[in-house]
């Protein structure tokens, strides 16, 4: 018989109108209940668990039903566990809100199960701005595509002559167009010098069929598209005042941007992640400010505590396969498919190196050539995360001859085991 670990645990099934509570036996005339989700509900709720001598919960992590619910918890001084619904399977039978509890309760009572990360409250704060300004770019994106619709159904081509309609030559000819000008060569003018399209292309391309309708499309994509910018520049300021509130390691030491590219913050974000880390992991080839500030915001400054072994961290962001093994046998070895951004932010550094020259560039094309771009990719990203642990925990500056040093032994082993392959070759000839 298994020894019960936590007597004093309790389980709850969360959802958006009702919470379902087990308690263990003998602990209150009904062992379940039932509780609302409005706030004064989930207050009766812990008092109730108070009253049941209880001092460890575990929940499951449904939708963004649990978060109140768990922050008013941690309030009363209990420890709550938040777990993954995926990692907890009901018994077989008949499935209820009470009988989920109950398991929940069971499971977390032999200590069965482990609590998910939760980031600290600052950490929380400052990821849900970037998440949100994620958004906002997104939703910018689509403007810029009604934009570039409407003009398309005019045979307005400026698609075609420029890279980016939104820069400073296209969004002066749009500005013009929507204030009534038509004249190709009178738009023309707005051109900048560095438009790599001749004036002629340009001048072909602003000829078309102006349509009211398309005009109206335009105007509305065109005014959306600028409310989404101011609203993305007032998210970069509260992103900069939650950043300037953690802890800081060094003083400001001046670092620059290497380069102004789209939608990057009006701040400063280098310098601020130099201060927060000690360290410069912007440094990691493909590794921009944007891609560290997400990360930062999904995993806070404190890796270390929160994950004490790089095997830990590389596992929750989900760029290791899930090897099961049976008899001393890896029986079945994939990565799981599950959302993690800041896993995926790896993954979007990883994917920028497929033209660099840099070692990891060289690690990318290695494994594209094994096992494929998609293998290739969560391989660089985990190598990537693997140098992102290690220089924020242990406050070491990257150095690629580290990597370069590890592809040279590679390409000796590889040399070797070719120069076997010929003589073995040879071997198989003379014989024939």
């Not at 400026?158 to 038509?182: F, H, N, P, W, Y």
């Not at 270390?304 to 072994?309: A, G, H, L, R, S």
Request: with cysteine.
């Amino acid at each position: 018989m298994r020894k019960l670990i936590k007597e004093n645990a309790c389980g709850i099934d969360v959802s958006s109108k009702e919470h379902v509570v087990a308690v263990p036996q003998g602990r209150a005339k009904e062992r379940v209940r039932s509780f609302g989700s409005y706030t004064q509900d989930l207050h009766q709720l812990a008092s109730w668990l108070k009253e049941c001598a209880i001092d460890t919960i575990v929940m499951e992590s449904t939708g963004v039903y649990w978060y109140h619910l768990y922050t008013i918890l941690l309030e009363y001084g209990f420890e709550v566990l938040l777990v993954n619904a995926y990692h907890v399977k009901n018994v077989p039978g008949r499935k209820s809100d009470v009988s989920d509890a109950q398991w929940l309760q069971e499971l977390h009572t032999y200590g069965l199960l482990n609590g998910c990360f939760q980031p600290s409250n600052l950490t929380r704060e400052l990821r849900d701005y970037i998440r949100l300004r994620k958004t906002i770019i997104q939703d910018m994106s689509t403007q810029i595509l009604r934009a570039l619709k409407a003009l398309e159904l005019m045979n307005i081509k400026l698609g075609q002559v420029m890279r980016d309609i939104t820069g400073k030559s296209g969004s002066a000819m749009i500005r013009a167009i929507l204030a009534g000008e038509r004249s190709p060569e009178v738009l023309c003018s707005y051109a900048d010098g560095r438009l790599k399209a001749s004036r002629a292309d340009i001048l072909k391309a602003l000829e078309g069929n102006w349509k009211q309708e398309q005009l109206f499309n335009l105007k509305q994509a065109w005014a959306h598209y600028n409310f989404l910018k101011d609203q993305l520049a007032e998210c970069d300021q509260q992103s900069e005042a939650t950043i300037a509130k953690f802890e800081r390691v060094t003083t400001a030491v001046g670092l620059k941007e290497p380069r102004k590219t789209k939608h990057q913050p009006v701040f400063n974000l280098r310098n601020y992640l130099y201060q927060i880390h000690g360290v410069d992991v912007t440094n990691i080839p493909g590794f921009k400010s944007t891609t560290a500030l997400t990360v930062f915001s999904e995993t806070g400054p404190n890796l270390k505590k929160d994950f004490p072994t790089d095997k830990q961290f590389l596992s929750w962001l989900n760029v290791v396969p899930d090897n099961k093994i049976t008899g001393g046998k890896v029986i079945f070895s994939k990565v799981k498919r599950k959302k993690n951004k800041a896993g995926q932010a790896f993954r979007e550094a990883a994917n920028a190196l497929w033209n660099s020259k840099s070692p990891l560039g060289e690690y990318l094309r290695k494994k594209k050539a094994q096992k494929g771009s998609n293998k290739a990719i969560v391989a660089t990203a985990r190598k990537i995360a693997a140098i992102y642990y290690k220089m924020t925990t242990e406050k070491v500056e990257f150095d690629p001859k580290v990597i370069s040093k590890n592809n040279h032994q590679g390409l000796i082993k590889k040399i070797a085991y070719l120069e076997k392959s010929i003589e073995k070759a040879r071997m198989q000839l003379a014989e024939v």
